[in-house]
């Protein structure tokens, strides 16, 4: 399956826990801010995001066709927004893509929340 539609399920997985404002990276939604490093020039635009109690939460799906030094470079970013925003990082990955999934969190240092996606 294509990212674009697990970035789907995971829209459609922050609407119904309750996430409000919800802006994805994919067709039917609104496309979410992105965010630039000046030492590279280099963007990265967060799959999902969306707000709970007025909280700015990320979600990223992750899978093993993914290349790595990208995904690590958007995960430490992304963890940072979280603690800027006082939301929560959520990862999102299907069954097969999850042991990869975990070693990149653990690479990047970063904590979140998984979510397995089927």
């Known amino acids: 399956m294509s990212k674009q539609i697990y970035i789907q399920q995971a829209a459609i997985w922050a609407k ?4 409000v404002d919800i802006m994805a990276n994919t067709e039917g939604y609104a ?5 630039g490093r000046q030492q590279d020039g280099q963007w990265f635009i967060p799959d999902v995001t969306a707000k709970q109690f007025e909280q700015q939460s990320y979600f990223e799906v992750i899978l093993k066709t993914s290349p790595i030094d990208e995904l690590l470079s958007k995960l430490k ?4 927004l979280t603690l800027l ?5 959520y990862l999102l990955s299907p069954k097969g893509h999850l042991p990869f999934a975990k070693s990149v969190a653990i690479q990047s240092r970063t904590m979140a929340n998984w979510v397995i996606l089927s």
């Open 16 to 19: 119904a826990h309750g996430f």
């Open 31 to 35: 496309k979410p801010r992105g965010y």
């Open 77 to 80: 970013l992304l963890s940072q």
């Open 85 to 89: 925003s006082g939301g929560e990082l």
